[in-house]
């Protein structure tokens, strides 16, 4: 059964940046709550999700980040991704996670903010 | 072990030097030589000896005893018992001293104290050459089972032939003692192929040995012949001669012609194959003695059509004979229910071995080698002779049991039967995808993630697709409302965050088509194998 490891949160210039480790489903919910309550924790600038270190990608794991989002909304936080291989940034257009969330092509330009961001 | 240390004792003569030479083939009658005097298990003289106090006035004991009969025979005048540990572990046995005096009672305490102090020395001495002894055999034993396994597995193919319109999958495993089984398959004349499974009787080194020349023989036969009647018979005629005693072979041997069907087989006492047909599973029987007993042997030969869609399942006795917990065999009914029921090719092999297990329970050790060869024609997929592609191949046939994260399996089985076929990663990757989700649903709507009702997964090929059909058991689930997500409600809060999976699905591929028949329900994706929908890349 795929489970998801526990995120790691770090900051950088402001910026709460969650590292993503092994696969985005069902079973990341938890860890990934729990990553964004300490990412929050000290209002941030921004949050940025990295999938460098991300697996397999499924429909539930799209659910988990739909949610994130939600929050991030409701507490008027900017969300930015980075890390994505094609094909899920493909999958973050087709559902258009991208339109709510700016992929980036790096952590540097995630965290600065500089490219990628789109009207949400 | 008092029966296995006290069976032999030496007989003792004076001046016998310390360290026995004993030449047990002739008996001492005065020599200096000693040998050995067997005192059987049930005789007296050993329950006196071991209850003795100390030395034993041999002449004047009266037991009607054999071994003492034979000391006395032998001019033993004094029997000293060695105990130790309240064990008799031997005898010091003393003819008349030489100035022909009677022993006196010092020499008795003396031959006492004596006894006393070598029986524990002799026990110690005794234990480690036994244990010596056990160890050289263990180790003996390791050795040779490394070679048996070394010969064996150097003797089975090294790669299975790909035919076209075929599957062709095998398993060999050996128990720890390595018995006799081997399988090959054997490119012939004319693009048939040769398929054989055998069973030597006996195990380890021999066995090996005797089933690498069987197995020699059959290949340079089977080369010069074309009926695998005949081809038994000359294999059968080279065996006799040198073949040990209480050994022998029991060998099926097939031809299939891949173009038409074809399978001429026959049997040298071999446990009769099962084939599946669309009727259920049955026996592919021939008669013929096992090889290697009798020269001048006939093999009947028989011949089946194995029509598209049917499996054939040549196998080793090791499957059928093993045990369960309660000494319930396996059984050749179970067996032939699984050829029946389950798909054939790979796919079969694991449904038998976990069926297998089950029956053995997860902690027996294997009793016998299990070997299993399955051969498998495509469903729909008359060869053309042409070598034009046909309509729709079959390309695997699997199923997973519904349990969380089993979509991975699905993924990862569908990857590796259409690796070969030249899809490009990006679209590979909206497959692997697509099936996931669909495997997901299937596993979670159709089969309420229960184990028992596994998803059933076919890849064909055709027409420039590849297409994966993901069958569930919730045929009469009321039709789903395909919502499509909004992601903006979603937000909001005014749809689930759930409910991406028909809709990735529906992005990723090229065609989807949903069936359903009040049973079964099928998904079945469909993806271009080169371009299309790459639009937005």
Same mark, same amino acid.
């Given at each position: 059964?795929?489970?998801?490891?526990?995120?790691?949160?770090?900051?950088?210039?402001?910026?709460?940046?969650?590292?993503?480790?092994?696969?985005?489903?069902?079973?990341?919910?938890?860890?990934?709550?729990?990553?964004?309550?300490?990412?929050?924790?000290?209002?941030?600038?921004?949050?940025?999700?990295?999938?460098?270190?991300?697996?397999?990608?499924?429909?539930?794991?799209?659910?988990?980040?739909?949610?994130?989002?939600?929050?991030?909304?409701?507490?008027?936080?900017?969300?930015?991704?980075?890390?994505?291989?094609?094909?899920? &940034?493909?999958?973050?257009?087709?559902?258009?996670?991208?339109?709510?969330?700016?992929?980036?092509?790096?952590?540097?330009?995630?965290?600065?903010?500089?490219?990628?961001?789109?009207?949400? | 072990?008092?029966?296995?240390?006290?069976?032999?004792?030496?007989?003792?003569?004076?001046?016998?030097?310390?360290?026995?030479?004993?030449?047990?083939?002739?008996?001492?009658?005065?020599?200096?030589?000693?040998?050995?005097?067997?005192?059987?298990?049930?005789?007296?003289?050993?329950?006196?000896?071991?209850?003795?106090?100390?030395? *034993?006035? +041999?002449?004047?004991?009266?037991?009607?005893?054999?071994?003492?009969?034979?000391?006395?025979?032998?001019?033993?005048?004094?029997?000293?018992?060695? *105990?130790?540990?309240?064990?008799?572990?031997? *005898?010091?046995?003393?003819? #008349?001293?030489?100035?022909?005096?009677?022993?006196?009672?010092?020499? &008795?305490?003396?031959?006492?104290?004596?006894?006393?102090?070598?029986?524990?020395?002799?026990?110690?001495?005794?234990?480690?050459?036994?244990?010596?002894?056990?160890?050289?055999?263990?180790?003996?034993?390791?050795?040779?089972?490394?070679?048996?396994?070394?010969?064996?597995?150097?003797?089975?193919?090294?790669?299975?032939?790909?035919?076209?319109?075929?599957?062709?999958?095998?398993?060999?495993?050996?128990?720890?003692?390595?018995?006799?089984?081997?399988?090959?398959?054997?490119?012939?004349?004319?693009?048939?192929?040769?398929?054989?499974?055998?069973?030597?009787?006996?195990?380890?080194? #021999?066995?090996?040995? +005797?089933?690498?020349?069987?197995?020699?023989?059959?290949?340079?036969?089977?080369?010069?012949?074309?009926?695998?009647?005949?081809?038994?018979?000359?294999?059968?005629?080279?065996?006799?001669?040198?073949?040990?005693?209480?050994?022998? +072979?029991?060998?099926?041997?097939?031809?299939?012609?891949?173009?038409?069907?074809?399978?001429?087989?026959?049997?040298?006492?071999?446990?009769?194959?099962?084939?599946?047909?669309?009727?259920?599973?049955?026996?592919? &029987?021939?008669?013929?003695?096992?090889?290697?007993?009798?020269?001048?042997?006939?093999?009947?030969?028989?011949?089946? *059509?194995?029509? #598209?869609?049917?499996?054939?399942?040549?196998?080793?006795?090791?499957?059928?004979?093993?045990?369960? #917990?309660?000494?319930?065999?396996?059984?050749?009914?179970?067996?032939? @229910?699984?050829?029946?029921?389950?798909?054939?090719?790979?796919?079969?092999?694991?449904?038998?071995?976990?069926?297998?297990?089950?029956?053995?329970?997860?902690?027996?050790? @294997?009793?016998?080698?299990?070997?299993?060869?399955?051969?498998?024609?495509?469903?729909?997929?008359?060869?053309?002779?042409?070598?034009?592609?046909?309509?729709?191949?079959?390309?695997?046939?699997?199923?997973?049991?519904?349990?969380?994260?089993?979509?991975?399996?699905?993924?990862?089985?569908?990857?590796?039967?259409?690796?070969?076929?030249?899809?490009?990663?990006?679209?590979?990757?909206?497959?692997?995808?697509?099936?996931?989700?669909?495997?997901?649903?299937?596993?979670?709507?159709?089969?309420?993630?229960?184990?028992?009702?596994? +998803?059933?997964?076919?890849?064909?090929?055709?027409?420039?697709?590849?297409?994966?059909?993901?069958?569930?058991?919730?045929?009469?689930?009321?039709?789903?409302?395909?919502?499509?997500?909004?992601?903006?409600?979603?937000?909001?809060?005014?749809?689930?965050? &759930?409910?991406?999976?028909?809709?990735?699905?529906?992005?990723?591929?090229?065609?989807?088509?949903?069936?359903?028949?009040?049973?079964?329900?099928?998904?079945?994706?469909?993806?271009?194998?080169?371009?299309?929908?790459?639009?937005?890349?």
């Amino acid at each position: 059964m795929a489970t998801s490891e526990s995120p790691a949160v770090r900051r950088r210039d402001g910026v709460a940046v969650i590292d993503l480790a092994g696969d985005v489903n069902r079973g990341a919910e938890d860890a990934l709550d729990a990553a964004w309550q300490q990412a929050v924790a000290e209002p941030p600038d921004a949050v940025v999700l990295n999938f460098e270190s991300a697996g397999y990608i499924n429909s539930t794991g799209i659910a988990v980040i739909v949610g994130l989002l939600a929050r991030a909304r409701a507490a008027g936080i900017e969300v930015r991704a980075y890390g994505l291989t094609p094909h899920y &940034r493909e999958i973050f257009e087709i559902t258009r996670l991208a339109d709510f969330m700016a992929i980036n092509p790096d952590e540097d330009s995630a965290v600065s903010g500089a490219e990628g961001s789109r009207d949400a | 072990m008092t029966g296995s240390l006290t069976k032999t004792f030496r007989r003792r003569l004076r001046r016998t030097p310390a360290e026995e030479h004993a030449v047990e083939e002739t008996p001492a009658t005065g020599a200096d030589e000693a040998a050995p005097i067997d005192i059987a298990p049930n005789d007296p003289l050993l329950a006196f000896l071991q209850s003795a106090t100390g030395a *034993v006035d +041999v002449e004047a004991l009266e037991l009607d005893s054999p071994a003492l009969a034979e000391l006395k025979a032998a001019g033993v005048k004094l029997a000293v018992p060695l *105990v130790s540990q309240g064990e008799l572990i031997g *005898v010091l046995n003393l003819g #008349p001293r030489l100035s022909e005096q009677e022993y006196s009672s010092d020499d &008795r305490k003396l031959l006492d104290n004596l006894a006393a102090q070598a029986a524990p020395a002799l026990r110690v001495g005794q234990l480690v050459r036994q244990q010596q002894a056990e160890a050289i055999t263990r180790q003996r034993f390791e050795q040779e089972l490394e070679v048996a396994k070394l010969i064996q597995q150097n003797f089975l193919p090294k790669q299975l032939p790909e035919l076209s319109g075929w599957q062709v999958a095998a398993y060999y495993r050996p128990a720890r003692e390595v018995g006799g089984d081997f399988y090959d398959v054997i490119p012939l004349p004319e693009g048939k192929v040769g398929f054989v499974v055998g069973d030597v009787t006996d195990k380890g080194v #021999p066995a090996a040995l +005797v089933m690498a020349a069987t197995r020699s023989v059959l290949r340079a036969s089977a080369q010069r012949l074309v009926n695998p009647g005949e081809t038994l018979e000359r294999v059968n005629e080279h065996l006799c001669p040198d073949m040990p005693e209480k050994m022998f +072979v029991t060998c099926l041997y097939g031809v299939l012609d891949p173009e038409t069907g074809h399978f001429r087989f026959a049997n040298a006492g071999h446990d009769l194959p099962y084939v599946k047909t669309a009727d259920g599973s049955e026996e592919l &029987r021939a008669r013929g003695m096992p090889l290697g007993l009798m020269p001048g042997m006939p093999y009947e030969e028989k011949e089946t *059509v194995l029509q #598209p869609g049917d499996s054939l399942l040549l196998h080793s006795d090791g499957i059928v004979e093993a045990h369960s #917990p309660e000494r319930e065999m396996f059984g050749f009914p179970r067996l032939k @229910q699984c050829v029946a029921d389950y798909p054939g090719g790979g796919e079969l092999i694991d449904r038998v071995l976990s069926d297998l297990h089950a029956h053995t329970g997860p902690d027996a050790e @294997q009793e016998d080698d299990i070997t299993m060869v399955t051969l498998q024609r495509s469903p729909g997929a008359a060869h053309m002779a042409n070598g034009a592609v046909p309509a729709a191949e079959l390309v695997t046939e699997f199923e997973v049991p519904s349990a969380e994260g089993n979509e991975r399996l699905a993924i990862e089985r569908v990857v590796a039967a259409i690796d070969g076929l030249g899809i490009a990663e990006s679209r590979l990757e909206r497959l692997k995808t697509a099936v996931g989700e669909a495997t997901m649903n299937a596993m979670e709507h159709g089969s309420r993630y229960r184990e028992d009702r596994p +998803v059933s997964i076919r890849v064909l090929t055709g027409d420039g697709l590849v297409r994966v059909q993901i069958t569930d058991l919730g045929g009469a689930r009321p039709e789903k409302e395909h919502e499509v997500p909004d992601l903006e409600a979603k937000l909001e809060g005014l749809q689930r965050p &759930r409910g991406w999976g028909l809709f990735l699905i529906e992005n990723m591929v090229d065609e989807t088509r949903e069936t359903s028949d009040g049973e079964h329900h099928t998904l079945e994706l469909g993806l271009r194998l080169e371009g299309g929908n790459d639009g937005d890349e």
